[in-house]
């Protein structure tokens, strides 16, 4: 049997037992509230997909659990931006370094002139990428996005939660104080309303992990889906997107992220982890309690453990 059998028969045997065990851990953490519609996720969820190049997924725990992308759609919109304008289009408007900062900090937005966002994955950063999506209104630019992420996971079927969409977008005042600050400074074009609309609907696109496991296998192999052959994104830009994971993916616990698990990762504050062993495997995870950086607590518990069984760091 290959070696690429053999760590998914390992992970087949491991996997269940190892979700229960890294379970505990939510009751060390909370569930966002800040978008009241997140908060009413079962808070001691958990559930981890496993996929290779075969086709093959190695699941456990609460993997029929449906959440919203959140930040982990920030990585894909920028792709898109990326693909619609090429890079230095797109780095005339985001900086390329980490903060140090909350996902929705303000506070670095003065300080540099002019006042790009540090980073296209914090909030700021992600709302200037939203505005570049092509398209000639706020829906034809969310529709692209739907079909992109749908292509990415190989599912027709992703779509937008709408309650969680509503809630976002009436909550949303740091967000949108965020928007017309920098449509004030010049960096942010066109309608600031409809901008957020485009946001707040791509963090709320509905996924499982097996999904998340799908689109990260994609990462994984540099832009080629290698179930069905086809380069979805050209190479460079992955190469982009898994520099940024790794800087900034876990927002200001990126660091702590690359010593204990070495993966490239994105997570959101629904508490799922998108992250991949490149040229081997997808990986997706949920687990809605997040420790005090907004990381799903029970998910990075359980992907730095695997990491350290299966040798997973890329450092
Ligand atoms: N960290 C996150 O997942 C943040 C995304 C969320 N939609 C927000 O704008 O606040």
Redesign the pocket.
């Known amino acids: 049997m290959n070696k690429v059998n053999q760590e998914m028969d390992r992970l087949d045997s491991l996997l269940p037992e190892w979700v229960e065990n890294s379970r505990p851990e939510s009751a060390h953490g909370r569930v966002a509230v800040y978008?009241p519609e997140l908060s009413k996720a079962q808070w001691d969820l958990l559930g981890i997909s496993v996929l290779n190049a075969d086709g093959r997924y190695s699941e456990a725990g609460d993997t029929e659990f449906c959440f919203t992308l959140?930040?982990i759609s920030k990585v894909f919109t920028l792709i898109l931006a990326l693909m619609d304008h090429g890079e230095e289009a797109v780095f005339a408007k985001v900086g390329k370094e980490p903060t140090g900062d909350n996902?929705?900090s303000m506070m670095k937005l003065e300080l540099i002139q002019p006042a790009i966002p540090f980073n296209p994955l914090i909030?700021a950063g992600a709302i200037v990428i939203s505005s570049l999506i092509q398209g000639d209104s706020a829906q034809q630019k969310s529709e692209r996005i739907l079909q992109f992420f749908r292509k990415l996971a190989g599912n027709e079927h992703l779509t937008v939660d709408s309650e969680v969409y509503r809630s976002?977008r009436e909550t949303?005042h740091l967000?949108r104080s965020m928007a017309y600050f920098l449509l004030d400074k010049g960096i942010l074009e066109g309608n600031v309303e409809e901008v957020l609309d485009v946001y707040?609907r791509h963090?709320s696109i509905q996924v499982k992990t097996a999904d998340l496991a799908r689109m990260a296998l994609v990462l994984a192999y540099n832009g080629l889906n290698p179930l069905t052959g086809e380069q979805l994104i050209p190479r460079r830009y992955v190469q982009i997107a898994k520099t940024f994971m790794i800087t900034c993916g876990m927002?200001n616990g990126s660091g702590e992220f690359a010593i204990g698990a070495g993966m490239p990762a994105k997570s959101?504050?629904?508490g799922g982890i998108l992250t991949f062993v490149p040229g081997r495997l997808g990986i997706g995870v949920v687990g809605p309690s997040l420790n005090a950086k907004?990381n799903s607590i029970a998910g990075v518990h359980l992907l730095e453990r695997l990491s350290r069984e299966f040798d997973w760091s890329m450092f």
């Open positions: 978008i959140q930040s996902f929705n909030n976002e949303g967000n707040f963090c927002y959101g504050v629904s907004g």
